[in-house]
C-alpha cells in the first residue's frame, strides 16, 4: 500500500533488493555498470523493471568500476558499479583503489552471501568490506533491508562530497530478498562526517602576506582544484597575481596550457619549466596537491628554499610529505575567493617579471620535443600532437597507464578542465577503454577517444563488445610499439638494456588490433607512417556511430623525455639522453 500525506515520508511495502532500486532512482542514477551473478541476482530482478536506471552489461566486472570513474570524472557526478559476491566483488578491487589514490566518487555495490553463511566459508564468499577497508572513504555491510534507503543516501553523500572518493555497499543476499518498509526520504546517520569546506580567514590571510613578500612563487596546481570546480577562480587569481602556475597529470587543462603563465605539468616527466620552477621558488602555494613523490623526486631536495602554503579539503595531506608554512583546510574553490579577496585587501602586488622572464627562458630553451626516425617510422609524439590537432579541445582525451599516458599528457593541448581522463595515483594498466566507455555514456554528445598502450589495451579490449552492443562510440587510439614501452624505458636506461619480458610482439600482428575490432563489431584502422597519421585521424572522427580501433605502429625505441630518475633529484632532470638543463647559478 502507498501512503505519502502532505509533508510527510513516502513509506511503501517492498523487498530490500525494490528498495535498492528505488533509492538508486532517487538519488539521482540514470547508469550502472555490473555483472548479475547469485548472491547479487535479487536485485537485478527489479532493476529489469526500472526505467530511469539504465544497466549496461560489462564484459569484467574491473571494466564495470573503471567505467563509473570515467562517468564521474567526465560529468562530475558519481558513478555507480555493481557485482556479485567473491570472485565478483574482489574484480571491483583493481577500480576502488584507483578511484580512491585519484579521489573520484564512485559507489560500489556487491552482493554478498547470506548473513547466517557470513564466516562460514560459503560458496563466493570474501569478505570485501574488509579487503576493500583500506582504498574506500568507507564502507559498509547490510545485513538488514530496513537499512538499505538510508546507507544508499549516506554512501552517496560520502562518496561526492568533502574530498570525493570510492564507498562500498555490501549487501547479503537475504537482505535484498526480505521485505521491508520503503521510507523515502531517510534521515542520514553520520554524526561523525563533517567534511571542512570553509577556510581559516586568519591563514588566508597568513597565505596572502608570504604571496605579497615572495619573490619567486608558484602555483602549484592538482586535480583538487578541478574537482572543485574551481578552474575559473584560478584563472582570475593567476591574472590577479602575475604568478607563474604548474599543472600536475591529475590538473591538465585545469589552467589553459596557451596562457603565458603556464609553465606545464611538473614531475618525473615534466616539462623543465615545470620543474625549474618548483625548484627555483621561494614559494609554493599548492592548491589540492599531495606533494607525492612522481612531482617532488627526492624529497629532500624538491623546492629547497621555498615556503609552503598547501591548501587541501583533506587536512590528512597538509604536512603530510612536506612541511606546510601555513596549512589551510578547505574546498578548493571557496579557498582561491578568499585568497583573491585577501590578495586585493592587502593592496600589495608582487614584481614577477625577473622571475617570469627567467621560466620563460627555460620554457623557451628547453621546449618538449621528439625523436623522428631515420626509417622513417612513426613517432608516437607526434601521433599525440595530430590527434590534438584534429580532434581538439572540446575532446576528452582518457589515457591508460605506461608511455603513451606521458605522451598524452606532453603533446595533447588540454584548454578545458576535465577534459583529461587517466589513472594518476595507481597508474592501473587497463584503464582507458572501459573508462572511455564511461565517459561517453556521461557525455553522449562529445568526442571520445581512448589513448592505449598495445599493453593495456589487451586487459580491457573486452569491453569494446559492450561499447558496441550498447552504442557507444569511442575512438581508441592503440600506441602500438610491440613493447610493455615504460617497462623497456627503464630496461634501456637502468638495466643495460636486458629485455626481460617486455618484447609483447604485437608488432607481429599477434593479435591484428584491426581484426579484433571488426571481431568486435568496430570499425578498425591501421597507420604505419607519419604521412598517413591525418587521413587516418580524420577518417576515425568521420566514423560516429560505431567504435574505432586505430591500430597506430610506432617506434619501439621511443622514449618519454624529459625524465627524472625514480629516487633522484629534480636538480637531476634529463631533457634527452645523457642531456640536462643548465640552471642558473643564482640560488
Same mark, same amino acid.
Given at each position: 500500500m502507498l501512503t505519502h500525506p502532505r509533508n510527510e515520508p513516502m513509506t511503501?511495502?517492498?523487498?530490500?533488493?525494490?528498495?535498492?532500486?528505488?533509492? #538508486?532512482?532517487?538519488?539521482?542514477?540514470?547508469?550502472?555498470?555490473?555483472?548479475?551473478?547469485? !548472491?547479487?541476482?535479487?536485485? %537485478?530482478?527489479?532493476? %529489469?523493471?526500472?526505467?530511469?536506471?539504465?544497466?549496461?552489461?560489462?564484459?569484467?566486472?574491473?571494466?564495470?568500476?573503471?567505467?563509473? *570513474?570515467?562517468?564521474?570524472? &567526465?560529468?562530475?557526478?558519481?558513478?555507480?558499479?555493481? &557485482?556479485?559476491?567473491?570472485?565478483?566483488?574482489?574484480?571491483?578491487?583493481?577500480?576502488?583503489a584507483d578511484a580512491y589514490m585519484d579521489s573520484v566518487p564512485i559507489v560500489a555495490i556487491t552482493g554478498q552471501v547470506a548473513s547466517a553463511a557470513i564466516g562460514t566459508d560459503a560458496f563466493q564468499e570474501a569478505d570485501i568490506s574488509g579487503i576493500t577497508m583500506p582504498i574506500t572513504k568507507h564502507n559498509f555491510l547490510i545485513t538488514d533491508a530496513d537499512d538499505i534507503p538510508r546507507t544508499i543516501v549516506e554512501a552517496f553523500h560520502i562518496a561526492s562530497t568533502g574530498r570525493p572518493g570510492p564507498v562500498l555497499v555490501d549487501i547479503s543476499k537475504d537482505a535484498l530478498q526480505a521485505q521491508t518498509t520503503f521510507v523515502w526520504p531517510p534521515q542520514m546517520q553520520l554524526p561523525g562526517y563533517r567534511p571542512v569546506t570553509r577556510p581559516h580567514s586568519k591563514q588566508i590571510r597568513e597565505a596572502a602576506k608570504l604571496i605579497a613578500e615572495a619573490k619567486r612563487p608558484v602555483l602549484y596546481v592538482g586535480g583538487g582544484v578541478h574537482k572543485a570546480g574551481a578552474s575559473h577562480e584560478l584563472l582570475r587569481l593567476a591574472e590577479l597575481t602575475g604568478i607563474p602556475v604548474v599543472t600536475t597529470l591529475m590538473a591538465r587543462g585545469t589552467f589553459p596550457d596557451s596562457h603565458p603563465q603556464h609553465m606545464g605539468m611538473p614531475g618525473m616527466h615534466g616539462s623543465v619549466s615545470a620543474v625549474g620552477a618548483l625548484q627555483k621558488s621561494d614559494l609554493l602555494i599548492g592548491l589540492g596537491v599531495r606533494f607525492d613523490d612522481r612531482v617532488t623526486g627526492e624529497l629532500s631536495s624538491f623546492a629547497p628554499n621555498a615556503k609552503?602554503?598547501?591548501?587541501?579539503?583533506?587536512?590528512? *595531506?597538509?604536512?603530510?610529505?612536506?612541511?606546510?608554512?601555513?596549512?589551510?583546510?578547505?574546498?578548493?574553490?571557496?579557498? +582561491?575567493?578568499?585568497l583573491i579577496g585577501a590578495i586585493e585587501a592587502e593592496g600589495r602586488k608582487g614584481d614577477y617579471a625577473e622571475w617570469r622572464a627567467l621560466l620563460d627562458g627555460y620554457k623557451e630553451t628547453y621546449p618538449l620535443g621528439f625523436e623522428e626516425f631515420a626509417d622513417?617510422?612513426?613517432?608516437?609524439?607526434?601521433?599525440?600532437?595530430? #590527434?590534438?590537432?584534429?580532434?581538439?579541445?572540446?575532446?576528452?582525451?582518457?589515457?591508460?597507464?605506461?608511455?603513451?599516458?606521458?605522451?598524452?599528457?606532453?603533446?595533447?593541448?588540454y584548454e578545458r578542465p576535465g577534459s583529461f581522463i587517466n589513472s594518476g595515483g595507481l597508474g592501473t594498466m587497463g584503464f582507458a577503454v572501459p573508462a572511455a566507455m564511461g565517459a561517453k555514456m556521461g557525455r553522449p554528445?562529445?568526442?571520445?577517444? &581512448?589513448?592505449?598502450?598495445?599493453?593495456?589495451?589487451?586487459?580491457?579490449?573486452? *569491453?569494446? !563488445?559492450?561499447? &558496441? #552492443?550498447?552504442?557507444?562510440?569511442?575512438?581508441?587510439?592503440? +600506441?602500438?610499439?610491440?613493447?610493455?614501452?615504460?617497462?623497456?624505458?627503464?630496461?634501456? #636506461?637502468? %638495466?643495460d638494456k636486458r629485455y626481460s619480458n617486455t618484447d609483447l610482439q604485437t608488432t607481429r600482428r599477434i593479435p591484428d588490433f584491426v581484426k579484433l575490432a571488426d571481431a568486435y563489431g568496430c570499425v578498425g584502422l591501421r597507420c604505419e607512417r607519419p604521412e598517413d597519421v591525418d587521413a587516418t585521424i580524420r577518417k576515425a572522427m568521420e566514423i560516429n556511430d560505431v567504435p574505432v580501433v586505430v591500430d597506430f605502429v610506432v617506434h619501439q625505441d621511443a622514449m618519454v623525455w624529459p625524465m627524472v630518475a625514480a629516487g633522484t633529484s629534480n636538480d637531476d632532470i634529463k631533457f634527452a639522453r645523457d642531456m640536462a638543463p643548465v640552471w642558473d647559478s643564482e640560488d
Open positions: 511503501e511495502r517492498m523487498t530490500g533488493a525494490q528498495a535498492l532500486v528505488r533509492a #538508486l532512482e532517487h538519488v539521482g542514477v540514470d547508469t550502472v555498470f555490473g555483472i548479475p551473478g547469485g !548472491a547479487i541476482l535479487p536485485a %537485478y530482478d527489479p532493476l %529489469y523493471d526500472s526505467t530511469k536506471v539504465r544497466h549496461v552489461l560489462v564484459r569484467h566486472e574491473q571494466g564495470a568500476g573503471h567505467a563509473a *570513474e570515467g562517468y564521474a570524472q &567526465a560529468t562530475g557526478r558519481v558513478g555507480v558499479c555493481m &557485482a556479485t559476491s567473491g570472485p565478483g566483488a574482489t574484480n571491483l578491487v583493481t577500480p576502488i609552503v602554503v598547501h591548501a587541501d579539503i583533506d587536512p590528512a *595531506e597538509i604536512s603530510k610529505n612536506r612541511h606546510a608554512d601555513v596549512p589551510i583546510v578547505g574546498d578548493a574553490r571557496e579557498v +582561491i575567493g578568499e622513417g617510422s612513426l613517432a608516437p609524439q607526434y601521433v599525440m600532437q595530430r #590527434l590534438s590537432a584534429i580532434a581538439g579541445p572540446d575532446a576528452y582525451y582518457v589515457a591508460g597507464v605506461g608511455q603513451h599516458q606521458m605522451w598524452a599528457a606532453q603533446f595533447v593541448d554528445d562529445a568526442t571520445v577517444w &581512448a589513448i592505449d598502450g598495445d599493453g593495456c589495451f589487451q586487459m580491457t579490449n573486452q *569491453e569494446l !563488445a559492450t561499447c &558496441a #552492443l550498447e552504442g557507444v562510440p569511442i575512438k581508441v587510439a592503440v +600506441i602500438n610499439n610491440g613493447n610493455l614501452g615504460m617497462v623497456r624505458q627503464w630496461q634501456t #636506461l637502468f %638495466y
